[in-house]
Structure formats: C-alpha cells, structure tokens
C-alpha cells in the first residue's frame, strides 16, 4: 500500500512538506504575475530603478543561461540532466537531518519551481535585475534565490562542521 508510506512521509516531514509548497506557492506567483504582465500589457517590465530592474526575460538554458541550446535534443538532455539532479536532491533530503535537511528542501524547491517552467514554457522566467553603478548582475527568480539560500546554507554548515573538528 504506497498511500501508507505517503502518509508515514508526511506525518514525519509535515513542516517540510508544507515549506516545500509554500516555496513553490511563492514561485508561481510571481512568475505568473511577470507572465500575465508580459501577456496583458505587451511589456516585460514591471518596474525600473537606478537599482532594482523587474523585467521578464526568458532563461532556456540552466544557471545564468548557461548551455542555452536551440536544439530540441540539447534542451531534452539538460531538462533529463536536471530532472536526475532533483531526483538525488530528494533522496539526499530523505537521508539528511536538521539543519541540513532545511537547506536541502529550499534548494530541492527551488529546482522543481524551474523545472515546472522548463516543462511548461521550455524556459524559465527571470525578472529580477540588480544593478550597481549601472553594472547588472544575473537576472533571476524566487526559485533561484531559494537555490542559493540553500547551497549558502549547506557551504556554511561544511564550513562549521571542519571548524568544530
């Protein structure tokens, strides 16, 4: 009966669970609320600033655009390549602990929130800008932030851990 396990899972990971979804909830609005901006008014920007740009571009490779192929196959390969990598995020999750455990589930929600998009729109929507001196960073998203949170998180954890030993 898989629907047991399901329920085992849940009831041991509950708050993780409803972070997962509350992560996922934060993504897809604001993505949808760029897109329908974008769709409604024919613009992609929401918003400019000397330092805060909010301007829908759209991302069809993997981290700051990396590997953007026009080649169907390329694009099939990293999207398998990416579904792989959340897959052992999951289990790294399932096998970790505490802190840990925390810093696996917003990187592993983050990965899924751009997955969603590379299977809906076969791309991710990017829209925030930051610029310093007119210098621009990287264009990224509320799932990229919760990436890097968490990748920060588990660095931070290594760090400490060498330092206690």
Do not use: C
């Not at 972070?19 to 329908?36: E, M, P, Q, W």
Request: glycine share 4%; hydrophobic share 55%.
């Amino acid at each position: 009966m898989p629907y047991k396990y399901f329920i085992f899972f849940f009831k041991k990971n509950y708050k993780f669970v409803v972070t997962f979804f509350l992560i996922i909830l934060l993504d897809r609005i604001t993505k949808i609320v760029f897109i329908r901006h974008q769709q409604i008014t024919g613009n992609t920007e929401l918003y400019s600033s000397s330092f805060l740009n909010l301007d829908l571009i759209w991302n069809k490779g993997i981290a700051f655009g990396l590997f953007s192929y026009s080649s169907p196959n390329a694009y099939n390969l990293i999207t398998m390549i990416i579904f792989f990598v959340i897959l052992g995020l999951f289990f790294l999750f399932i096998k970790s602990h505490k802190s840990e455990k925390f810093f696996l589930l917003i990187v592993f929600s983050g990965a899924v929130g751009n997955l969603v998009d590379r299977l809906l729109y076969k791309a991710v929507p990017d829209f925030i800008d930051l610029s310093i001196n007119n210098i621009h960073w990287f264009i990224f998203n509320v799932a990229d932030i919760f990436i890097t949170l968490g990748i920060t998180g588990l660095i931070l954890m290594e760090f400490s851990k060498k330092k206690n030993d």
